[in-house]
């Protein structure tokens, strides 16, 4: 079974996904938070999921950050929707700027590495590959 992350924003939502196997980490894109819904119960019909993966929103000292929030509200509905399928949080700190730094090393030009959408799927990625690599 495959395990699905997310990267929670106010305007967009980074998604990752494992295969089968749980060993590789693939991003799936970004989704407004209005169009998640019906992208994830399309995804669930095809393909069973065993976790959420959910980044976590901390300031540096270990204190909520601003979107804490966000992440919360988002972790009530899929419970609330899905609620044969568990949670984790994974500590987020330094994701956009490793994404940043991941996108830069790969020689993307600078209007393509400026694109949020792009940047909230490769954060959605790490978050997965930190939770891969905790297990």
Not at 8 to 32: E, F, H, N
Request: hydrophobic share 40%; proline share 4%.
């Amino acid at each position: 079974m495959r395990v699905m992350a997310f990267d929670i924003g106010l305007k967009r939502i980074g998604v990752a996904v494992t295969d089968p196997l749980q060993i590789i980490a693939t991003s799936v894109g970004t989704y407004s938070p209005n169009d998640i819904a019906n992208y994830l119960n399309e995804y669930i019909k095809t393909e069973p999921l065993e976790l959420f993966v959910l980044g976590k929103p901390l300031q540096m000292d270990g204190s909520n950050s601003e979107s804490y929030h966000l992440v919360e509200q988002f972790s009530a509905w899929l419970q609330t929707t899905f609620p044969d399928i568990p949670q984790k949080w994974i500590d987020e700190r330094l994701t956009s700027k490793m994404a940043s730094q991941a996108l830069f090393d790969s020689g993307l030009k600078k209007k393509q590495r400026q694109d949020k959408k792009l940047l909230d799927a490769v954060s959605a990625t790490l978050i997965l590959q930190t939770y891969l690599q905790s297990k």
